[in-house]
Each structure stands twice: as structure tokens, then as C-alpha cells.
């Protein structure tokens, strides 16, 4: 058997490691397109809050500094999160790339992490944003209900339980979460628009930034998402010029950033 059959038996024919960030308001259908970029690129799904727990747990010296600021009732400083991102991103689980989820949540913090990736050589390849309008939102979430068991997530149009209010799981009675209702949703909204409209023009700036339509049924929208990767994959890719700059652009930004 040649090579590459073997490759493609064996889906080594995928292990270009894979850089991305996903950008999403709540029930966009994010947490889905991250479970599938997870598995099928065999990347590791970093999220801030996930990172910053597990510092504050394994005591590191940069978890110990969150955890002090945290209890003192302030903010971690971006400084510290992305010095904790540069660790994280290093890591073994990291060999076949990485999908960001929640980060960055500011212009600061994009232009500090490309200068970041820029410095490793590891820049991003793209950036998904999953676009939905409000009104859409609104009505997706209010339909959802969640499995107390196991986490799983149906929606009453479109994707119903098998059994009307049972987990297909576990059997399971299925909850609508309080934090689904729309007074909490349209809040979460407004506050997810006033902190990720600059990131996404950061990024749009520099040329990485994807956007697909979210109102689509969740396979199409699957199907648009891996066209894109691939196509930021492909070496002959615009993107490549667009990133040079940025790099240049935005390495002095990063480093006045982070003091
Ligand atoms: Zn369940």
C-alpha cells in the first residue's frame, strides 16, 4: 500500500495544524461547530475561562496572580491572560492546533494575541464568525431545552428530542434553562454586540476574518465552515499577504500592550 493510501486510511492527510478562532453570539450554534472543528482536526478547544480555572488550580505562578486579583475583586489584566494563552498554546495537546472560543474579547487582546502567534510563527489561519440576527437569536434560545443529566441540547423546531421532552440519551426530562428566557438573552446579547463588534472589525481590518450564515440549517452551515478552513489551508491563500501585514503592524502594538 503506497503512502498515501495509507494517509487516507489513517486521516493523516489532515495534521497541517489548524490556528482559528470561532466568534458567535449565544445560540448561534457555536458550541456544535466547535465539537465538530474539534474532532475532525483533532484540535484543542481553548476557551479563557476553561485556562484560567485550571491555572488558578494547578497553583502556577500566573494562576496565583489571577486568583489574588480575582479575590481582591478586580479584572485580570490582559497582560497576564495572554501570558497565560502563550503557555496554554504551547502545550502538548496543542500539536495539531488550536480552536479559540471567547477570546479575544477585545481589540487590545486580538492585537496582542496576532502579534503573540506572529512572534511563535504560528499565525492564525482564519477567523469564523457565526452571524445571526437577534431576532433569530431570541427565538432559538427561547426554544431550547437542556438535558439536566447529560448537557445535551435540543430545540423544539429544529432538533426535537425523539421522545417529546425526554432525553434521547438518557431519558432524562428535558428543562428550559432560566437563563434561556428573553429578557436574560437579550441582555447577554447587548453586552456580547458592545464587546465583540470591535474584535470583529480588528479582524476584518487585518483580512482574517470569515463570516458564515448562521440562520442555515446546522450541516450547511457545518459544510460553509470547513470550505473556509480550507481554503485558509491552501497555500495559495490571499490571506497570507493580509497576515504579513498585520504581523508587522500589530507586533510593536502587542508589545506596547503588554508594557
Ligand atoms: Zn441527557
Given at each position: 500500500m503506497s503512502v498515501i493510501d495509507l494517509r487516507?486510511?489513517?486521516g493523516v492527510a489532515r495534521q497541517q495544524a489548524l490556528r482559528i478562532v470561532l466568534i458567535g453570539p449565544p445560540g448561534a450554534g457555536k458550541g456544535t461547530q466547535a465539537a465538530t472543528l474539534k474532532e475532525r482536526y483533532g484540535l484543542a478547544h481553548v476557551s479563557t475561562g476553561d485556562m484560567l480555572r485550571e491555572e488558578v488550580r494547578r497553583q502556577s505562578p500566573l494562576g496565583s496572580q489571577a486568583r489574588a486579583l480575582m479575590a481582591a475583586g478586580k479584572l485580570v489584566p490582559d497582560a497576564l491572560i495572554l501570558d497565560m494563552m502563550a503557555q496554554r498554546l504551547q502545550q502538548p495537546d496543542v500539536s495539531r492546533g488550536f480552536l479559540l472560543d471567547g477570546f479575544p474579547r477585545?481589540?487590545?487582546?486580538?492585537?496582542?494575541l496576532v502579534a503573540m502567534l506572529a512572534a511563535q510563527k504560528q499565525?492564525?489561519?482564519?477567523?469564523v464568525q457565526l452571524d445571526l440576527q437577534d431576532e433569530e437569536i431570541v427565538r432559538r434560545l427561547s426554544l431550547?431545552?437542556?438535558c439536566p443529566a447529560c448537557g445535551r441540547v435540543y430545540h423544539l423546531h429544529s432538533n426535537p428530542p425523539t421522545?417529546?421532552?425526554?432525553?434521547d440519551a438518557d431519558g432524562s426530562a428535558l428543562v428550559h434553562r432560566e437563563d434561556d428566557n428573553e429578557v436574560t438573552i437579550r441582555t447577554r446579547l447587548s453586552v456580547f454586540h458592545e464587546q465583540t463588534e470591535p474584535v470583529i472589525e480588528f479582524f476584518r481590518s487585518i483580512?482574517?476574518?470569515?463570516?458564515?450564515?448562521?440562520?442555515?440549517?446546522?450541516?450547511?452551515?457545518?459544510h460553509l465552515v470547513e470550505r473556509l478552513i480550507q481554503g485558509?489551508?491552501?497555500k495559495s491563500s490571499p490571506l497570507r499577504t493580509s497576515r504579513r501585514l498585520a504581523v508587522s503592524k500589530y507586533r510593536s502594538l502587542g508589545r506596547s500592550l503588554r508594557g
Open positions: 487516507r486510511l489513517t477585545s481589540r487590545a487582546q486580538g492585537e496582542a499565525p492564525l489561519h482564519t477567523v431550547r431545552r437542556s421522545l417529546h421532552g425526554l432525553c483580512g482574517l476574518l470569515r463570516r458564515v450564515d448562521a440562520s442555515l440549517p446546522i450541516d450547511h452551515v457545518e485558509a489551508l491552501t
